[in-house]
T-cell receptor, first 113, second 109 residues
Framework: DTGVSQNPRHKITKRGQNVTFRCDPI?????LYWYRQTLGQGPEFLTY????????KSRLLSDRFSAERPKGSFSTLEIQRTEQGDSAMYLC???????????FGSGTRLTVV | RKEVEQDPGPFNVPEGATVAFNCTYS??????FFWYRQDCRKEPKLLMS???SGNEDGRFTAQLNRASQYISLLIRDSKLSDSATYLC??????????FGGGTRLMVKP
């Protein structure tokens, strides 16, 4: 296991289309997080899973956003009816315990045109 | 007010200089603290945890002042390769980390 893996690395989509991103965490990590980062800003929390349970969702996560982690392993983040304001880097991270920090994936850069 | 605040910089320093960044956090119930480093268009990577007694890792020293709710990072003998954005990170909800906006450091020859 070489770390947290995210796919795709880049996604360009037209406004109004749906997109789905995938994250494969470090295998022994039961906690998985999604963050969003725009240029010049720090990562902003979107949602958090412990095993397959989605335990927290940010107010940033509008009803167009949905995340799943069906078997407590990989996770998907779907954005429906994309808007230009959704353009950002979407980062996935995993951890055993947040007290010890996270390991991030390389991110998926979304551009909505 | 942001939960974790940092001076965005940039801090422009010559090689070999000592540079310090501060960060303030708003929630006194915060439990754990970190500095992350982020290179341009890359993911954040954990630089070091910050302990109440202060801790050092080579040229990097981190300090925590719980009474004043601030965290610092000191970099000695700056290298060109230290050029990056440094993110101050706080865990206060028990489950997820809150990031500051980052401080950009540019080390020049």
């Amino acid at each position: 296991d070489t770390g947290v893996s995210q796919n795709p690395r880049h996604k360009i989509t037209k406004r109004g289309q749906n997109v789905t991103f995938r994250c494969d965490p470090i295998s022994e990590h039961n906690r998985l997080y999604w963050y969003r980062q725009t240029l010049g800003q720090g990562p902003e929390f979107l949602t958090y899973f412990q095993n397959e349970a989605q335990l927290e969702k940010s107010r940033l996560l509008s009803d167009r956003f949905s995340a799943e982690r069906p078997k407590g392993s990989f996770s998907t983040l779907e954005i429906q009816r994309t808007e230009q304001g959704d353009s950002a880097m979407y980062l996935c991270a995993s951890s055993l315990d947040s007290l010890y920090g996270y390991t991030f994936g390389s991110g998926t850069r979304l551009t909505v045109v | 007010r942001k939960e974790v605040e940092q001076d965005p910089g940039p801090f422009n320093v010559p090689e070999g200089a000592t540079v310090a960044f501060n960060c303030t956090y708003s929630n006194s119930a915060s439990q754990s603290f970190f500095w992350y480093r982020q290179d341009c268009r890359k993911e954040p990577k954990l630089l070091m945890s910050v302990y109440s007694s202060g801790n050092e890792d080579g040229r990097f020293t981190a300090q925590l002042n719980r009474a004043s709710q601030y965290i610092s990072l000191l970099i000695r003998d700056s290298k060109l390769s230290d050029s990056a954005t440094y993110l101050c990170v706080v865990n206060y909800a028990g489950n997820m980390l809150t990031f500051g906006g980052g401080t950009r450091l540019m080390v020049k020859p």
